[in-house]
Every structure is written in C-alpha cells, then in structure tokens.
C-alpha cells in the first residue's frame, strides 16, 4: 500500500500545480495571462496551455517509465534468484526474455528518447512562430507613444495634442499601436491580459498593438530591471467604448481648468512660482517644465507615482510631504512646503480634472 501512495505522488504533485496556476489565473487580485482580454493575449495564453499540457504529458510519462523500469528490474532480479536456485532449469526462457527485452529497450530509446521529442518539439516550434508572427505590429486605428521615463511612463496621443501620465485609454474593438522609446535606460512594458512583454530600448522605437475585447481597467508593469524604483514603475489601460474615449480626448486635449476658490488660486500660484513649474507641465498656465509627468488633468486619473498611490487628497498631501519615503529614489525632490501650502496645491492639482 505505501508503494501505491508513492506511485501516485508525482502525479498528485502536477495536478495540485495545474489547479494553483488556474487559480492564479482566475484571480482578480493580480493581472495575469491566462485572463486574456484580447485576441493577441488570447493566442499568448492558448499557446500557454499547449505548452502546459505537453509538458504534463511528458512528466507523466517519465514518471510512469522509470515506476515501469523499477517493476521490470524487480521481475528480472526475481528471475534470475529462480535461476540460480533450479540450476539449469529455466536457463532458454531467461535467454529469450533477455532478447526481447534487449528489442524492447531500443524501441523504447528510439521513440521515447528520438521520436517523442521531436514531435513535441516541432509541435511548440510551429505554434510559437504562429503566435509571433499573429503577434507582429502591424495598421492600426488609434496610435499612442509610450516614453519609459525613471521610474513612469510618458504617454502622448500624437494624433490628437494629448499629453499624460501612467494611464493609457484606448477605445474597446479598435486596434490600437503603441510606439515605445526611453531616452534613459532599458525597460520593458507588460499588460499580461493584453499582450506580452515589449522591451523599450534607448535609440529604437519598438511597437506593441493589441485589441481589446472586454472594457475595463488593466494594470500593467515594467517587465525589465531599471533601477531603484523598478517595482513601483506601473501604469493601468482603461478600455473604454469608443464614445467615452472620444470624449476622453476631448477633455484632455482642452486646457487646465482655472482655480475656483481662493485655496485653490493659492495653490495655482505655488505650482506657477515655485520649483513644481520647472518640471510640470499645467496647458494655459506658466508652469511648462518637460522632466515630470505632465499635470494639466491630474486630477483625472486614478492613481499617483505610476500606480504607487491612489489618486485621493489625503494620498496626494502624502506624496507632495513625504516624496521620497513613498518612493525612495525618485527623481522628484524633497519640496519644503508647510501644510498650508500642501493643502492649496491638493485643492488647485484635484481640481485639474
């Protein structure tokens, strides 16, 4: 009996794996590929599966070939104590068997060890270069450039005038081509239930395109070491219909909103006077600086820091009073600001919707 529980560990042990992956798969808790919510992540997930289910077949396979190994050594070593303890006798059948074994073993080293593997292998060969060249960038309807900056993501919708940060809209049912670049260091962009990894290398723009089918948010990653903040280097897709992305583009194609209160013109005359203008970006004001994310409708989107923080005021004061504590590193700066001041750039940055 303990010799049968043995046997069927390892076949327990892929079953138990294949169930935590499914279950993986299924969660909501974190993006994965095997959730495809596009007909490129679909093909990344099915050649998955294929790989999965081969490589399953092989373990058990092996697993069954070396328990059939042990039984047949336990039968010959039975045979020939048999053997010995009668003599002559039995001598023409160990020989016999001993020859058909012989045959036996070299069909068994010639299709399990030549054959077997070669079918595998071309199997997986022809349906990766299948889904590669399925994968391949090809005409699109709506074009988005994607910078890789230290540690955020630059996006510009060059068709349209739009400038922002982190958060990539794209309209459900329409192919879409992002251009990838980085001045700085390479990277690599990954929305696991878009599509796969596309490394972003300074000097070359690569492209990614996908389709979405489903509308909704999807959480995306830098794929690539990049330096200190590397983990916290996150941006979301927002698939919308096409008319929420339509106007979505009409909003943020339109200048900042001007301040409503008197907190909130405190707060746009800091962002204009002090430090804030030399890096950000606010259309139809001063402030015109290129190195940070730009903040015309920063107000607008659903996270801060490349997905480090949400997008609340309580958040927002946090990340302009403790900088590098919620992302140490970070090429923003420490700014010596007093609560006040904190307050009156939440109140004008939240209004910039």
């Known amino acids: 009996m303990v010799e049968g529980v043995r046997r069927r560990r390892p076949l327990g042990a892929a079953c138990a794996c ?3 992956i499914v279950a993986a798969g299924c969660s909501s808790d974190s993006p994965s ?3 495809s919510k596009s007909a490129q992540a679909g093909r990344i997930s099915h050649l998955w599966w294929l790989m999965f289910g081969l490589a399953v077949v092989v373990y058990v ?6 328990l059939v190994a042990m039984l047949r050594r336990r039968r010959s070593d039975d045979g020939l104590d048999d053997g010995r303890d009668g003599l002559d006798g039995g001598t023409d059948d160990a020989r016999i068997d001993t020859v058909a074994t012989d045959r036996t073993d070299r ?3 010639l299709y399990g060890g030549l054959v077997l593997p070669i079918v595998v292998l071309s199997v997986i060969a022809v349906q990766t ?3 590669s060249n399925f994968l391949e960038a090809g005409p699109a309807t709506v074009h988005v450039a994607v910078d890789a900056e230290d540690w955020w993501w630059r996006i510009t919708y060059p068709d349209d005038g739009v400038v922002t940060a982190n958060e990539i809209h794209v309209p459900v049912g329409e192919r879409v081509d992002i251009a990838l670049r980085s001045d700085n260091v390479i990277h690599s962009l990954w929305v696991p239930q878009l599509n796969g990894k596309t490394d972003v290398v300074p000097g070359q723009t690569n492209h990614m395109t996908f389709t979405a089918d489903v509308a909704g948010t999807y959480r995306g990653q830098c794929a690539e070491f990049c330096g200190i903040q590397h983990a916290k280097m996150a941006f979301l897709v927002v698939v919308q219909a096409p008319a929420d992305f339509t106007q979505w583009l009409a909003d943020n194609a339109a200048p900042g909103a001007p301040p409503a209160d008197a907190q909130q013109q405190d707060g746009a005359r800091l962002l204009a006077t002090t430090s804030c203008a030399g890096c950000h970006t606010v259309a139809g004001t001063e402030a015109a600086g290129t190195l940070g994310p730009d903040l015309t409708h920063v107000g607008s989107r659903a996270t801060l820091a490349a997905d480090s923080l949400a997008n609340t005021p309580a958040d927002m004061a946090h990340w ?3 900088t590098q504590q919620v992302k140490g590193g970070a090429l923003m700066p420490q700014i010596d600001l007093s609560a006040e001041q904190i307050d009156a750039l939440v109140a004008y940055m939240e209004h910039l919707q």
């Open 33 to 35: 590929m095997l959730d």
């Open 18 to 20: 294949a169930l935590v």
């Open 107 to 109: 069909s068994f080293l």
């Open 129 to 131: 270069v299948r889904v």
């Open 61 to 66: 396979g092996v697993v069954g070939t070396v």
């Open 320 to 322: 302009l009073s403790a």
